[in-house]
Nanobody, 122 residues
Framework: QVQLVESGGGLVQAGGSLRLSCAASGLTFSRYSMGWFRQAPGKEREFVAAISWSDSYTTYTDSVKGRFTISRDNAKNTVYLQMNSLKPEDTAVYYC???????????????WGQGTQVTVSS
């Protein structure tokens, strides 16, 4: 059974940093591309960042470019999202997702985690 478990969310002041982690099990992690999405209250889920299985490719939504960095450690079956210079508008539940294809912003990933809350206060 595939499981994706996010962690690292919390409350932070604007301008601060957080690092999210997503630990995967039940799949051959090194063969999966990974993505991060987020959903703010009353809004649709939106793409944040993605990384290919070999981390040769990364994609970011424009609003996080230069502030967020996605990375992965295939030995630990974990993908990370380093978030710097956080803004109140980054407040959302953050989800990680996995797929054999490099889907980037396409939300039709095969597997999803349960999400972790990130709250940025002004």
């Amino acid at each position: 059974q595939v499981q994706l478990v996010e962690s690292g969310g919390g409350l932070v002041q604007a301008g601060g940093s957080l690092r999210l982690s997503c630990a995967a099990s039940g799949l051959t992690f090194s063969r999966y591309s990974m993505g991060w999405f987020r959903q703010a209250p009353g809004k649709e889920r939106e793409f944040v960042a993605a990384i290919s299985w070999s981390d040769s490719y990364t994609t970011y939504t424009d609003s996080v470019k230069g502030r967020f960095t996605i990375s992965r450690d295939n030995a630990k079956n974990t993908v990370y999202l380093q978030m710097n210079s956080l803004k109140p508008e980054d407040t959302a539940v953050y989800y990680c997702a996995a797929d054999r294809r490099y889907r980037a912003y396409d939300p039709t990933y095969d597997y999803w985690g349960q999400g972790t809350q990130v709250t940025v206060s002004s």
